[in-house]
Structure formats: structure tokens, C-alpha cells
């Protein structure tokens, strides 16, 4: 049924209805086409000898190409006259907003009225194989079942100059071909002209025109249609406000948080009323094809009306090589109507060939957002949402996997339900930075009740962890975050001798908040190369503020010196690395300890910019004397002559030396299968001295000299 608009003209119901009619059309140009064949024909030779030799009046009716009989005339006409209504009532119909398939292809293409009509006609065969028998009765060869650019051409125009002219419709940069509209040869067999090509519409256009509003099957496992339902967001409402200026911007968006950034550019397609597709880079870059599979992506998305997401397009640092789709890249985009998302971890593009319109990085997810994330994962605690919330920075992606991690932790013991603690284990996990090459990951185990210093110092390594603890609190709840330029990370000082406790207190706070420690190696930290120190502190700085990882620089005076006076160029790019490293302190959001034994050494400046600095004091008797119990477990078998009175009291050493001590008198004790003895420590405290290079004297040892010389 075609129901009547505006005047005379009308509008189909259904793309069936339309296509229905265009075949019409189709129809009644072939049936000309196949009246002047038969016309040529009868003056040719008899059918056995076609082929084999070409009679005089043939040549003479080739030559003068007279417009037909009759019969031929009458179908022209009435070809004509349905080709003027169906025309009415496209431009009917898109005025009306009631674009059927093959218009909307028509008018989001560019498509001029003779590459529309090319469309109906590979459209044919795909709608009644009747038509594979025509197409190959009007090419004269049975072989040719589908239509040739000479047939289309003849369907399109009588007039030959017409006919020449529309030859450029199916040239390799037309936009039927460059838009992967129509499939053609692009060169053919040796020797065959360019009217005797064939072509076919492509399968999924052929889809898209009967009502499919799908990806093309060839994306399968590289791109995805993203729901942009009830997904307006603040982030997406200002970027739908930056895009309603120019529709067709390139936009790049930095920052790991991905289910964030897609959300926001849901939200912003949403209230443009586009649709949107995403395109993951890395596996395209994998493909055989990955420029034809991006362009059939840039066709999807102009046919589904749909902004186009890619997905993992590639910073500076990255080794995702796209320098083999980027000319497909500049083609598809030198006129695309939609815009264009590239997002990635890194803040900067690389191979990036041609000009953004925006660029900017998405912020970390706010407390709230992130509590949000939590309690949608099911099956938390209000009180566990806010802490997990507030002690792990991962965007609500991340926290879908940590959850279904924690889940399957909980089944590998047998439980049904999770625990905070699973829940923290599979966070670590998920917010472990890539610092391997840099950094040596240190998993936390020590607690408050091992670590032994006075009441002061541990009421500072407390505030150190109450500072990540409440942080949205303080910035976030109470507004303080507008105070500060500065980074909101926490930057403590460890200072003091070695082994008195400076890595095992950051083990401490990063156990307390569920955290891993990375210490950074230095000696692959700094480099004599000029400028390559500040790459290699970038990278971790970079690495690091992805997640909350502590950062704990041991002996930092070795980078973290003193900036001194420029005497030659050593010492100003000495005095820069100084400075840079002040610069990213600062902008660091997570926790960085500095450890030093030589505190004199650090630079000044350094120091002010602490927001702790905690003194390691060298332990006296009594803090002695607790290392000596804690470090021996309950479950260590002591002998009854073990007097760790003595050993305090005897031994002025810090307790890093203590647990060497303990230690290699727990190996001696089992290897003579006996319980750990004075024996088994004056033995190990001998060892450590000479380690130190202190001499074995009577005032240390005492009664047990005579031992320790054995």
C-alpha cells in the first residue's frame, strides 16, 4: 500500500514495497535493452554460426545505433514516467522524515540519482534469482549472471554521451566502490573492458536495504554496536555540547578509564540521536585485511547512522603498529559526515594522519562514581563499597572483573560468598602497573603488630594511611581539592639508618590499605645519557598513577640529590633531572616513599614538598628486645637457654640485622634436626658482625665469646 503526502506525492509503507517498485523500474529498462538485442540479433547470423562470423547488416546496425522500434519506445516512456513518481516519492519521503533503506543510503552516501539506481540494479538478483537468467540473456554469455557496468550503464540512459559520462560511477574512487557499496574487479582479466566487468552489491548492504540494522558479519570480534539508552552522563552532556558545533569531529580521549569514556560518548551520541559502534584496534591490527575490514567499519557506521569508537588507537609509547591501515584511515574520513572517537590509555596520539578537533584525557572516576561501580557489582556491602572505593582507583570495568576474580578465589576454596579480602586481592591484581622493567614488586605482608618504633613514629605511618583512606572525604565531601594546585597524592620521607624499618613500614601501609609496593630500581632508573633519566622517571610516574601502588625509591639521595651549583653542562642537566622530579612529585596522585639513610644529602627543596617526613631512630634495648620476640614466631622451637635479654642488651644492632641473625640460626637449628639454641644466635650474630665488618669482641659477645670464635 502507498499511502498519498503532501499533493501527489506518496510514501511506501515498507522497504519491500519500495524495492518492489523500483524492480519495476529495473524491468521495463531491461525489457528495452533485450528488444533491441533481439532487433540486432535478427539481422545476425543464425544461432549455430554466433559467434563464428558478423553479417554486413549487423556491422551496419552497431554503426548506426538507431533508437529502436516501436515496442522499445513505448516501454522508454513508461520507464520514464514510473522513474519521475518513484523520485516524488523518495524526496517525498525524506522531507517527511520517513527515509525507507535505500534512501537513507542515498542521502547519508552522497549518492547522486544515477549511483541510486545502480544500487536497485545489483539489488535484482539479490531480491529474485530470475534475474541471474536476464542479466546473463542481455550480456549474451550464460556465464554472466550477474550485471555488467555496460548493462547498468544501459539501464541508467539511453544517450550515449550519457552513457560515457556515467562510466566514472564505478571508477575505483567513486563512492559506490570506496564506500564498499557495490563489489567490482578492479582491474578485470587481461583485455576486459570496463563495461564488461561485473559487480554485485555488497551482501550486508544487500542486508541493510531489507530492513538489517546490524554490524557487517565480517567485524565479528572487532566491532560492536554500544546501547546509548539512558546513558546520558555530565561528561556526555558537555561533549554532546562541543560536537553539536561540528558533527563530523575527530576527537581523541586519553586515561585508562574506558567503560567511563564510553559511557560519556554514549551519552553524548544519545543526545545528538546518533548511534555508536566500537572498533578495537588491536585485534584489527591482527587481521590479514585491516584496511578493508576499517573501511567496511567507516561504511557500518555511516549505515547505522552511528559515531564510530576506536577503540585502543595507539599512544606515543605504544607498539601497535598502524601505519597499515593509516591511509585507509585518511580516505574514509576526508568526507565522513559522523564523528570520529579515538581513545587510549596515553595522553598524546601516535600515528595520527590527520588533524583532531578536540583532545583532551578523562579524569579519574570521582569517590562517588567509584562507590557507584562497587554496589552495582553485586553482592558488597554498603561499608565495603565506600572502602574498596575509596582505597582502589579503578574505573567500572575494572571493577567488574576484580568482582567476578574475587568470585572465582571464593569458589577455588570452596566458599560461597566472597570476602573483603578477596575482593582486595583481585583489586591488586587489577590495578598492578606494567613497572616490571623498572621496578621490583614487592607483595605486602607485614602488619602493625611486626613492625617495632616509638608511638610517635607509628602515629605518622597511620596519617600516611588515613591520608589515602579519606581522601574523598577531604577533597571531594569537604571541597578541599580547589585549595590545592597540586597533586593529591601523598609524598613521606623515610629516614634513617639501614635496617631500622624503612621498607618494612611502607610493606605495613600498603598491607594496611590493600595495596602492592613497587621499589624502584635505580641503577635502571638513571642513566648517563642526557634526557633519558626524565623518560625513564616519566614511564614510572606515567605507569604508577594508573593505579595506587606505592612507589618506594630506596638510598633516593642517589637520584633525589642536591641540586648544586652549574659548573659545566653535567651539573645543569643534573639540576634539571632535580627539577623534573619535583615537577612530577607533585602532579602524582598516588603514594611515593622516599627511603635515604643520609638525609643531610636530599635536596631542599625536596623536602618541603613532603607531606611526611617520619625519622627511623636506631632501636634502643627495649625496641631491641620486642624485634628479638616478634622476629621469633610462636611456631619457632626455642631451646630453654635462649635469653634474648642478653642479645638485646649485647648486640647494638638495628632490626634488619636481627632477622639475618634469626634466620641463619633457624637453618643451623634444623639442620642438626635440634630447637633453636644461644648456640644457633651467637653463631648467626658472629656471622652478621663480620658481615658489618665489626670485630668479635668481649663487650658485644661476653660469656658466649669462647662460642662465637668456634
Same mark, same amino acid.
Given at each position: 500500500?502507498?499511502?498519498?503526502?503532501?499533493?501527489?506525492?506518496?510514501?511506501?509503507?515498507?522497504?519491500?514495497?519500495?524495492?518492489?517498485?523500483?524492480?519495476?523500474?529495473?524491468?521495463?529498462?531491461?525489457?528495452?535493452?533485450?528488444?533491441?538485442?533481439?532487433?540486432?540479433?535478427?539481422?545476425?547470423?543464425?544461432?549455430?554460426?554466433?559467434?563464428?562470423?558478423?553479417?554486413?547488416?549487423?556491422?551496419?546496425?552497431?554503426?548506426?545505433?538507431?533508437?529502436?522500434?516501436?515496442?522499445?519506445?513505448?516501454?522508454?516512456?513508461?520507464?520514464?514516467?514510473?522513474?519521475?513518481?518513484?523520485?516524488?516519492?523518495?524526496?517525498?519521503?525524506?522531507?517527511?522524515?520517513?527515509?525507507?533503506?535505500?534512501?537513507?543510503?542515498?542521502?547519508?552516501?552522497?549518492?547522486?540519482?544515477?549511483?541510486?539506481?545502480?544500487?536497485?540494479?545489483?539489488?535484482?538478483?539479490?531480491?529474485?534469482?530470475?534475474?541471474?537468467?536476464?542479466?546473463?540473456?542481455?550480456?549474451?554469455?550464460?556465464?554472466?549472471?550477474?550485471?555488467?557496468?555496460?548493462?547498468?550503464?544501459?539501464?541508467?540512459?539511453?544517450?550515449?554521451?550519457?552513457?560515457?559520462?556515467?562510466?566514472?560511477?564505478?571508477?575505483?574512487?567513486?563512492?559506490?566502490?570506496?564506500?564498499?557499496?557495490?563489489?567490482?574487479?578492479?582491474?578485470?582479466?587481461?583485455?576486459?573492458?570496463?563495461?564488461?566487468?561485473?559487480?554485485?552489491?555488497?551482501?550486508?548492504?544487500?542486508?541493510?536495504?531489507?530492513?538489517?540494522?546490524?554490524?557487517?558479519?565480517?567485524?565479528?570480534?572487532?566491532?560492536?554496536?554500544?546501547?546509548?539508552?539512558?546513558?546520558?552522563?555530565?561528561?556526555?552532556?558537555?561533549?554532546?555540547?562541543?560536537?553539536?558545533?561540528?558533527?563530523?569531529?575527530?576527537?581523541?580521549?586519553?586515561?585508562?578509564?574506558?567503560?567511563?569514556?564510553?559511557?560519556?560518548?554514549?551519552?553524548?551520541?544519545?543526545?545528538?540521536?546518533?548511534?555508536?559502534?566500537?572498533?578495537?584496534?588491536?585485534?584489527?591490527?591482527?587481521?590479514?585485511?585491516?584496511?578493508?575490514?576499517?573501511?567496511?567499519?567507516?561504511?557500518?557506521?555511516?549505515?547505522?547512522?552511528?559515531?564510530?569508537?576506536?577503540?585502543?588507537?595507539?599512544?606515543?609509547?605504544?607498539?601497535?603498529?598502524?601505519?597499515?591501515?593509516?591511509?585507509?584511515?585518511?580516505?574514509?574520513?576526508?568526507?565522513?559526515?559522523?564523528?570520529?572517537?579515538?581513545?587510549?590509555?596515553?595522553?598524546?596520539?601516535?600515528?595520527?594522519?590527520?588533524?583532531?578537533?578536540?583532545?583532551?584525557?578523562?579524569?579519574?572516576?570521582?569517590?562517588?562514581?567509584?562507590?557507584?561501580?562497587?554496589?552495582?557489582?553485586?553482592?558488597?556491602?554498603?561499608?565495603?563499597?565506600?572502602?574498596?572505593?575509596?582505597?582502589?582507583?579503578?574505573?567500572?570495568?575494572?571493577?567488574?572483573?576484580?568482582?567476578?576474580?574475587?568470585?572465582?578465589?571464593?569458589?577455588?576454596?570452596?566458599?560461597?560468598?566472597?570476602?573483603?579480602?578477596?575482593?582486595?586481592?583481585?583489586?591488586?591484581?587489577?590495578?598492578?602497573?606494567?613497572?616490571?622493567?623498572?621496578?621490583?614488586?614487592?607483595?605486602?605482608?607485614?602488619?602493625?603488630?611486626?613492625?617495632?618504633?616509638?608511638?610517635?613514629?607509628?602515629?605518622?605511618?597511620?596519617?600516611?594511611?588515613?591520608?589515602?583512606?579519606?581522601?574523598?572525604?577531604?577533597?571531594?565531601?569537604?571541597?578541599?581539592?580547589?585549595?590545592?594546585?597540586?597533586?593529591?597524592?601523598?609524598?613521606?620521607?623515610?629516614?634513617?639508618?639501614?635496617?631500622?624499618?624503612?621498607?618494612?613500614?611502607?610493606?605495613?601501609?600498603?598491607?594496611?590499605?590493600?595495596?602492592?609496593?613497587?621499589?624502584?630500581?635505580?641503577?635502571?632508573?638513571?642513566?648517563?645519557?642526557?634526557?633519558?633519566?626524565?623518560?625513564?622517571?616519566?614511564?614510572?610516574?606515567?605507569?604508577?598513577?594508573?593505579?595506587?601502588?606505592?612507589?618506594?625509591?630506596?638510598?633516593?639521595?642517589?637520584?633525589?640529590?642536591?641540586?648544586?651549583?652549574?659548573?659545566?653542562?653535567?651539573?645543569?642537566? =643534573?639540576?634539571? *633531572?632535580?627539577?623534573? +622530579?619535583?615537577?612530577?612529585?607533585? #602532579?602524582? $596522585?598516588?603514594?611515593?616513599? !622516599? %627511603? /635515604?639513610?643520609?638525609?643531610?644529602?636530599?635536596?631542599?627543596?625536596?623536602?618541603?614538598?613532603?607531606?611526611?617526613?617520619?625519622?627511623?631512630?636506631?632501636?634502643?634495648?627495649?625496641?631491641?628486645?620486642?624485634?628479638?620476640?616478634?622476629?621469633?614466631?610462636?611456631?619457632?622451637?626455642?631451646?630453654?637457654?635462649?635469653?634474648?635479654?642478653?642479645?638485646?642488651?649485647?648486640?647494638?644492632?638495628?632490626?634488619?640485622?636481627?632477622?639475618?641473625?634469626?634466620?641463619?640460626?633457624?637453618?643451623?637449628?634444623?639442620?642438626?634436626?635440634?630447637?633453636?639454641?644461644?648456640?644457633?644466635?651467637?653463631?648467626? =650474630?658472629?656471622? *652478621?658482625?663480620?658481615? +658489618?665488618?665489626?670485630?668479635?669482641? #668481649?663487650? $658485644?659477645?661476653?660469656?658466649? !665469646? %669462647? /662460642?662465637?670464635?668456634?
Amino acid at each position: 500500500m502507498i499511502r498519498p503526502i503532501e499533493g501527489n506525492a506518496a510514501v511506501f509503507d515498507s522497504p519491500a514495497q519500495q524495492l518492489e517498485a523500483e524492480l519495476r523500474w529495473v524491468l521495463l529498462r531491461l525489457r528495452v535493452i533485450v528488444e533491441r538485442s533481439r532487433q540486432r540479433r535478427s539481422i545476425g547470423p543464425p544461432p549455430e554460426y554466433r559467434g563464428l562470423y558478423i553479417t554486413d547488416e549487423e556491422v551496419d546496425d552497431l554503426l548506426s545505433r538507431e533508437a529502436g522500434d516501436s515496442t522499445a519506445g513505448q516501454l522508454i516512456a513508461e520507464a520514464t514516467a514510473l522513474r519521475r513518481q518513484l523520485d516524488e516519492s523518495a524526496a517525498a519521503a525524506l522531507d517527511a522524515g520517513l527515509a525507507l533503506p535505500l534512501d537513507r543510503i542515498a542521502r547519508d552516501f552522497g549518492l547522486s540519482a544515477a549511483e541510486r539506481r545502480v544500487l536497485v540494479v545489483a539489488l535484482a538478483p539479490e531480491l529474485d534469482s530470475t534475474y541471474e537468467k536476464v542479466y546473463a540473456y542481455v550480456n549474451d554469455d550464460i556465464t554472466k549472471r550477474w550485471p555488467t557496468v555496460g548493462l547498468a550503464l544501459d539501464v541508467l540512459d539511453d544517450e550515449a554521451p550519457a552513457r560515457l559520462d556515467q562510466r566514472r560511477l564505478f571508477f575505483h574512487d567513486a563512492p559506490l566502490v570506496r564506500h564498499n557499496l557495490i563489489v567490482t574487479g578492479e582491474h578485470g582479466p587481461v583485455g576486459q573492458t570496463l563495461p564488461n566487468r561485473q559487480f554485485s552489491l555488497d551482501p550486508h548492504v544487500a542486508e541493510v536495504l531489507l530492513g538489517y540494522k546490524g554490524l557487517d558479519p565480517r567485524l565479528h570480534g572487532l566491532a560492536r554496536s554500544v546501547g546509548t539508552e539512558q546513558s546520558e552522563t555530565t561528561a556526555g552532556e558537555a561533549l554532546a555540547q562541543a560536537l553539536g558545533q561540528r558533527l563530523d569531529s575527530r576527537v581523541y580521549i586519553g586515561g585508562r578509564w574506558q567503560a567511563e569514556k564510553e559511557q560519556a560518548i554514549a551519552g553524548a551520541c544519545a543526545l545528538l540521536g546518533l548511534n555508536l559502534v566500537s572498533l578495537s584496534m588491536p585485534a584489527l591490527s591482527r587481521t590479514l585485511e585491516p584496511g578493508k575490514l576499517l573501511s567496511l567499519a567507516l561504511r557500518d557506521a555511516r549505515l547505522l547512522n552511528a559515531a564510530l569508537m576506536l577503540e585502543g588507537y595507539g599512544g606515543q609509547d605504544s607498539d601497535l603498529d598502524l601505519s597499515l591501515v593509516a591511509g585507509d584511515l585518511v580516505t574514509g574520513l576526508e568526507d565522513h559526515p559522523l564523528p570520529v572517537f579515538l581513545c587510549d590509555r596515553a595522553s598524546t596520539p601516535a600515528h595520527l594522519p590527520f588533524d583532531l578537533h578536540l583532545q583532551f584525557d578523562y579524569p579519574m572516576p570521582a569517590f562517588e562514581a567509584r562507590q557507584k561501580s562497587w554496589r552495582l557489582a553485586g553482592g558488597i556491602e554498603p561499608d565495603e563499597a565506600v572502602l574498596l572505593a575509596a582505597m582502589y582507583r579503578l574505573g567500572a570495568r575494572e571493577v567488574r572483573s576484580t568482582v567476578e576474580m574475587a568470585r572465582s578465589l571464593a569458589h577455588l576454596e570452596g566458599r560461597d560468598s566472597t570476602t573483603l579480602g578477596d575482593l582486595k586481592q583481585a583489586a591488586r591484581t587489577q590495578s598492578q602497573p606494567r613497572l616490571t622493567s623498572l621496578a621490583q614488586k614487592i607483595t605486602p605482608h607485614y602488619t602493625w603488630d611486626d613492625i617495632v618504633l616509638p608511638d610517635d613514629r607509628m602515629a605518622q605511618l597511620r596519617e600516611i594511611a588515613n591520608q589515602v583512606l579519606y581522601q574523598h572525604v577531604v577533597y571531594e565531601d569537604w571541597g578541599l581539592a580547589g585549595k590545592s594546585t597540586l597533586g593529591r597524592g601523598v609524598a613521606a620521607l623515610f629516614a634513617g639508618q639501614s635496617g631500622t624499618g624503612k621498607t618494612m613500614a611502607a610493606d605495613v601501609i600498603a598491607n594496611d590499605l590493600g595495596l602492592d609496593v613497587y621499589k624502584i630500581d635505580l641503577s635502571g632508573l638513571v642513566s648517563k645519557y642526557i634526557g633519558e633519566t626524565e623518560k625513564n622517571l616519566a614511564r614510572v610516574f606515567e605507569e604508577a598513577s594508573d593505579t595506587n601502588a606505592i612507589l618506594f625509591f630506596d638510598e633516593a639521595d642517589a637520584v633525589f640529590g642536591k641540586r648544586s651549583e652549574v659548573r659545566d653542562s653535567h651539573d645543569r642537566y =643534573a639540576n634539571i *633531572e632535580v627539577s623534573y +622530579l619535583l615537577q612530577k612529585m607533585e #602532579e602524582y $596522585d598516588g603514594i611515593v616513599i !622516599l %627511603a /635515604t639513610n643520609l638525609r643531610a644529602n636530599l635536596d631542599e627543596a625536596f623536602l618541603r614538598r613532603m607531606r611526611a617526613i617520619v625519622e627511623f631512630p636506631f632501636p634502643e634495648v627495649e625496641d631491641r628486645l620486642r624485634i628479638w620476640q616478634r622476629t621469633l614466631s610462636p611456631g619457632a622451637p626455642l631451646a630453654k637457654d635462649v635469653d634474648l635479654q642478653f642479645m638485646a642488651h649485647q648486640f647494638r644492632i638495628a632490626g634488619g640485622n636481627i632477622r639475618n641473625i634469626v634466620l641463619l640460626a633457624a637453618f643451623l637449628a634444623a639442620s642438626e634436626e635440634a630447637p633453636i639454641g644461644m648456640t644457633h644466635l651467637i653463631h648467626g =650474630a658472629k656471622r *652478621e658482625y663480620q658481615k +658489618l665488618g665489626r670485630l668479635i669482641a #668481649e663487650s $658485644d659477645f661476653g660469656r658466649w !665469646l %669462647a /662460642t662465637a670464635h668456634e
